[in-house]
C-alpha cells in the first residue's frame, strides 16, 4: 500500500485509489460530529450556490457553511454540530467540500483529522489500496499548516514510524492555532479542542456523490450511501429530470421536465403539427379535428396515469427509505456484535498470555513518544496497531518459497523467485510519471525480524535488494544466515564490512564482556543493555540511503520493533521519524521525488511477528536471532527470549530449535 501526500490540485483529480481529505478545524470534523449525532441524512455541497439552492427549497435541513450565505446557517463549527438536532438533516458546504469533489475520480473518499485518527487508520489498512492523503490547504489558504501536519502525521503512522501526538504538540506552538482562536468565531477554541483530542469520535465520514456531482452525500465508512438521496437522483437523472430542486411530491415540476414521448409507449413526441399556411379540406379539418381530439384525450389519460404512477411512487419510496433505515439499523447491530466479538477475543487473549507477558509496563524515558507508546500499547487493538502489516497478510499471496537449505552450486533464484507474484501497476503508477515497478531496500540482518520484513516487502510487490552490515560481531551466524535466505529469494544481497574500533563498548562485539542474563519480563526495566551498538541503526540507515539513491530505489524497509524489544534508542517511532526526515532531506531521491522509510513491525508484538512470518511463509530454520555464536541458540540473551516469548504465546513451533 503506497501512502502518498498530494502536492497539488491535479493530482488530487488524477488519483484512482484511496482519497483522504483533511479539513481539521471546520469540515472534516464538523462531518464527524455530525455522524455522532446520529444524524441519517447528511448532504455535501461543493458551492454556496448550490447549497442556497436547495436549502431554499428544503427548509427542514440544518446548514452548516465556512461562508456566508443567503439562507439561515450556522457556522462550520464542530461543536454546533454536536449540539444539533438528531433528528433534522444536515448540509455541508466547507473547504473540504472542495478537496473532495475535486477526489471524484478516486475509488473511495474519505473525511479524516485526529478527532477520528486511528479509526480512520484502521479503516485504510481494511482496504488495503494505494492511499493519497490531501490536506485541504491545498484548496483553501496555504496558512492552513495543520491540514499538513495531519496529512504527515498520517502517513507516518501508517509506515510504522510515528505518532499523532508530536503533530499535536507542533500544531499547539504555532501562530496560526493562536490566530484562529482569537480571530476566529466564538466557538473557535472549543472547536479547536475537539478537532485535536485525538481519536475522539469513532466516526469515519465517508463520501458518495450523487450521479451529476451537484453534491454528495456523508455517511459512515463501510455503510452504503443514503437511498433516498443518492440511488433517488441516479434515477432522476435517468428520466432527464433536474437533481437540484426534485422532491417525489412535485409532479408538476416533473411533468414540465418529461417530454410526452415518457409518458408511454406511444410516440406522442412524432405527431404531425397542421401547418396554418395550407388551405384543407372540410373533410380533412374534421378529421384532423377528430384525430387532434383523440390525442387530447390520450394525453388527459396518460397524466391521470402518471399522476397516480407518482403517488404509488411516494409509497414505494417511503416503503424504501423505512427499509432502508430498518437495514442500517440491523446492519449497525451486526456490526456492534462483531466489535464486541472482537474485544471479547483480544480481552481472552490476554487473559490467557503467560505470565510474563502481563509484567509490568515500562519506565518513562526521555523520549515523549516513546512514553505515549508504552502507555498507549497494551490499549490499542492490535489491528490498529499497525495497519499496513494486516492488508500485507490478508491481499498478497505469500510466496512460495524453498525453504530447505541448498548448496551453494545450485542455482535457486529463477525457481524461488517466480514464485513471488509482482503487484500490478498501482494508482500512483498511472497518476505519477507511469512508474510500473518499486525497488526497495531492505535492512537485513538474517533474524526473525528483518526476514518477516523482507518476505513482507516482497509480497507488496516491491523489487528488493537486501543490506547487510557486517560491523565486527561476535559471530558471523547471522550474516551466514542472511546470505542463505538471500540466495533461497533470488534476492540481490549487499554485504557491507565496517572496521570501527570503538564499537568495542558493545558486548555484540566484544567477546571479552558478557552477554547478559536477564528474566524476560525484566528486560525492557534495566535500561538499555550492553548489548547496544552505538549509532548502529544511524550508521544502517546512512548506508541505505546511499545505495537507494544508487540504484534508484524508493523505499528502506527496517525490522525495529517498539514493543518487545530490549531498549535501544535507535529502535523507537521518534528516531526512525527523524532519520527519515534527514533522508528526505540529504538525498537527491528524497529531494526529487521522496523517500519511504518503512517499519512495518515497529508497532507488533513478538507473537504479532510469529504469525505474520508465519502467514508469509518465513523459513523459520534459516532465521538466526541469537547474540551467541554456536550451533543452536543460547536461549539466555536478551533476544533468544524474547523470540522464545513470541512463539510460546503466538502458538507457532520454532523450527530454528529442531
Known sequence: MNVLIAKNKEECSAWKGVSVVFDLLCGSTTACALLEKGKSDILLFPDVEGAEK??????????????????????????????????????????????????????????????????????????????????????????????????????????????????????????????????????????????????????????????????????????????????????????????????????????????????????????????????????????????????????????????????????????????????????????????????????????NQSSAQAAEPAPVTDDPLDNILKKTADEKPSEESLPQAESAVKETPAPQETVAPAPASVKLAEETAAPVKEAPATAKADSFGGKKNKKAIVLFSGGLDSTTCLYWAMSQGYECEALTVSYGQRHDREVLAAQMIARNLGVKHHLITLNLPWLATSSLVDKNQTIPDVAVEDIPKNGVPSTYVPGRNLMFLSIAGSLLDSVGAEAIVAGPNAIDFSGYPDCTPAFFKAAADALNRGTVTGVNEGIEVLAPLMRLSKAEIVKMAAQLKVPFELTWSCYAGGQKPCGRCDSCKLRAKGFEEAGVRDTALD
Open 54 to 351: 436547495f436549502a431554499r427549497e428544503h427548509t427542514d435541513f440544518e446548514v452548516f457553511s465556512e461562508w456566508k450565505m443567503s439562507v439561515p446557517f450556522q457556522h462550520d463549527s464542530p461543536f454546533l454540530a454536536g449540539k444539533s438536532s438528531a433528528k433534522k438533516p444536515g448540509l455541508l458546504v466547507s473547504g473540504a467540500s472542495l478537496a473532495a469533489f475535486a477526489c471524484h475520480n478516486s475509488s473511495v473518499v474519505f473525511l479524516g483529522g485526529f478527532c477520528n485518527f486511528f479509526k480512520l487508520a484502521k479503516e485504510l489498512s481494511r482496504i488495503g489500496q494505494d492511499v493519497l492523503l490531501i490536506p485541504t490547504s491545498l484548496f483553501t489558504s496555504p496558512d492552513d499548516v495543520e491540514d499538513v501536519l495531519c496529512a504527515e502525521a498520517m502517513k507516518d503512522y501508517l509506515q510504522g514510524i510515528g505518532l499523532p501526538e508530536r503533530a499535536v504538540s507542533e500544531i499547539g506552538n504555532t501562530l496560526r492555532l493562536n490566530e484562529y482562536i482569537e480571530q476566529g468565531s466564538k466557538t473557535a477554541a472549543k472547536d479547536a479542542a475537539l478537532a485535536f483530542k485525538i481519536n475522539c469520535l469513532d466516526s469515519v465520514p465517508q463520501i458518495s456523490f450523487s450521479s451529476q456531482q451537484t453534491f454528495a452525500a456523508i455517511h459512515q465508512a463501510g455503510t452504503p450511501a443514503p437511498d433516498n438521496w443518492i440511488i433517488q437522483t441516479a434515477r432522476m437523472a435517468e428520466a432527464g429530470v433536474s437533481t437540484t430542486s426534485y422532491t417525489p411530491g412535485e409532479a408538476t415540476q416533473l411533468m414540465a421536465n418529461v417530454s410526452l414521448g415518457q409518458l408511454g409507449d406511444e410516440p406522442f413526441a412524432s405527431v404531425p403539427v397542421p401547418n396554418p399556411a395550407k388551405k384543407e379540406t372540410g373533410k380533412t379539418e374534421s378529421k384532423l379535428t377528430g384525430f387532434l381530439k383523440g390525442v387530447s384525450s390520450s394525453v388527459q389519460g396518460k397524466a391521470t396515469e402518471f399522476h397516480e404512477k407518482i403517488s404509488s411512487a411516494e409509497m414505494q419510496e417511503k416503503a424504501q427509505e423505512a427499509k432502508s433505515k430498518i437495514k442500517g439499523f440491523f446492519s449497525n447491530i451486526v456490526r456492534s456484535v462483531k466489535e464486541e466479538k472482537e474485544e471479547l477475543e483480544q480481552a481472552f487473549f490476554r487473559k
